[in-house]
């Protein structure tokens, strides 16, 4: 007789947090992993035969003859258990517990999906795989509906004239916005009488992609709003910044409605002239293509989402990457872009540093973001943001992520958005 699982057991507690359509994703996921681990695998044979003076084959990364045809039976062989998981799933899903029926949503999943979003969200979404997040706005962790009636029913009497918009961060949600115990919306909406509205968005897709899916949005819902909005302020962490800004550039060049209720542009830790991480990314990219036995290995540095690729240099408008293979150069691209004009604007930057100095500014930042590019500063003229000096905030001994938890922070967020500071826009 087999014993009874333990409560704690690892197993249960993972499957908590699955939903029946996860099973479906996950295995479509797993049927593409494979067929990547199969190419990487026939590069490196190719890329040994070419060392020893051997014919490549019909391509540079495809081999021929017996040796050909054996690669092909195993991605024949693999396609076939991929439809032969798709077809067992599909008769078993119904026979599962349904979402709609149980809507609430474990944090633990929630958190998976967006780093997951974060890193391959470009390849969902062109997979159609399922776990690919639409764009959403939420508020208490549930989804708007964009039309007046249904709005109205909804945020009731937390409908007020000054929405505020926050956008999160890469690899990041809504629902992250509350760290330690401590939510900026919420903070903002006691204090100044004002309506947080958080984004969801795919963090893995391109910034201006986003940019411009949120321009149309935040149109949608200015004219669904429930009362008559007198002023929109939108707080961007991290990336959400970048969103932002994408967002304001796309919108005016449209001629829609909202940027002109636009009143403040808040960055947290904004990566406004990229973050090192991804620089060293593509140096390891680099690194790999540099002999022949490793150049196949830089396909799994290329996995990395359009969104991370972005985040090399800060981009937000689509010129800053059409055109460009987002992994041959190390070089920006960027078309300048400027702070929007009729809008106060305010940057935070973390530091883990106790003071600044030169070093400090240019290698310390909050560990994710430098200080420089987050307080917009760059070496050349035409790509600085200029930040008013009262309008810049350094968070002092903060991590990147801290800056969602900062007291010192929420007292500079008050004092930037409150009345007297409103009153003088």
């Known amino acids: 007789m087999t014993a009874p699982s333990p409560p704690n057991n690892p197993k249960r507690a993972v499957l908590r947090h699955l939903r029946p359509s996860d099973l479906k ?73 349904d979402p709609a029926t149980h809507p609430e949503a474990s944090p633990a999943r929630e958190a998976v999906l967006a780093a997951l979003n974060g890193v391959l969200g470009d390849k969902l979404q062109a997979t159609n795989n399922p776990l690919a997040w ?96 007198e002023r929109i302020t939108l707080l961007g962490h991290s990336m959400g910044g970048l969103v932002a800004r994408s967002a304001v550039q796309v919108a005016r060049q449209a001629g829609l409605r909202w940027p002109g209720l636009l009143r403040e542009l808040v960055f947290l830790g904004t990566p406004h002239h990229g973050a090192p991480l991804e620089r060293a990314g593509h140096g390891v990219d680099l690194l790999l293509a540099a002999t022949p036995f490793t150049a196949p ?40 872009l400027p702070l929007p004009e009729g809008v106060a604007c305010f940057t935070v930057a973390g ?30 003229p035409a790509r600085r943001l200029v930040f008013a000096h009262g309008r810049q905030f350094i968070a002092y001994r903060t991590g990147h992520l801290d800056l969602l938890s900062s007291a010192d922070v929420a007292v500079q967020l008050l004092a930037w958005l409150g009345p007297v500071t409103a009153a003088g826009h």
């Open 25 to 97: 994703a996950a295995a479509q996921l797993a049927s593409q992993a494979m067929h990547g681990v199969i190419n990487l695998t026939e590069g490196v044979h190719q890329s040994v035969r070419r060392r020893l003076g051997f014919s490549s084959g019909t391509s540079d990364e495809r081999a021929s003859g017996l040796t050909g045809q054996v690669y092909q039976a195993v991605r024949g062989v693999t396609q076939l258990v991929s439809h032969s998981t798709d077809a067992l799933l599909g008769a078993l899903l119904p026979l599962l517990d």
């Open 134 to 229: 639409p764009m959403v706005l939420r508020q208490g962790g549930e989804t708007l509906v964009l039309n007046p009636s249904a709005l109205a029913a909804q945020l009731g009497a937390k409908a007020r004239p000054h929405l505020v918009l926050l956008i999160h961060g890469l690899c990041m949600n809504d629902t992250q916005w509350r760290r330690a115990g401590h939510d900026h919306g919420e903070c903002l909406a006691q204090a100044l009488g004002c309506t947080p509205v958080y984004l969801r968005y795919n963090s893995g897709l391109h910034t201006s992609v986003n940019g411009r899916e949120l321009a149309l949005m935040l149109e949608q819902l200015v004219a669904a709003w429930p009362v008559p909005l």
């Open 297 to 336: 290995f830089t396909r799994l540095g290329k996995i990395r989402s359009a969104g991370i690729t972005d985040l090399r240099h800060g981009d937000v408008q689509d010129v800053d990457w059409q055109a460009h293979d987002r992994f041959a150069s190390a070089e920006d691209h960027r078309v300048p």
């Open 351 to 380: 530091t883990l540093a106790g003071q600044r100095g030169p070093v400090a500014d240019r290698l310390t930042g909050d560990g994710l973001v430098p200080l420089n590019s987050a307080l917009g500063q760059h070496d050349e």
